[in-house]
């Protein structure tokens, strides 16, 4: 059995995730968006969508992208 990185848990059935060459082994998909999911740069939540980029900021919608100071940024177009 293998451990979570989030959580500690010794579990059977773990699953190993990379992203952008960083790799992690996690019990459940909760635990791998806990740790492998980015945050926005403006109000810190975890990005789980494709959210929007500017400037090589990610944020979660535009509405953060606007407050962090990209007026042009719009969620639908």
């Known amino acids: 059995m293998a451990t979570c990185d989030t959580c ?3 579990y059977d059935k773990t699953f190993t995730l990379t992203r952008d060459g960083v790799s992690g082994t996690f ?3 909760e635990c791998a968006i806990q740790t492998m999911a980015p945050t926005c740069e403006h109000c810190g939540c975890r990005i ?3 959210g929007v980029e500017s400037d090589g900021a990610v ?4 509405h953060c992208a606007r407050q962090s100071g990209d007026p042009e940024l719009v969620d639908r177009a």
Do not use: E, I, K, V
């Open 59 to 62: 944020y979660c919608c535009a």
């Open 48 to 50: 789980l969508g494709h």
């Open 8 to 10: 500690g848990n010794d």
């Open 27 to 29: 019990d459940s998909f």
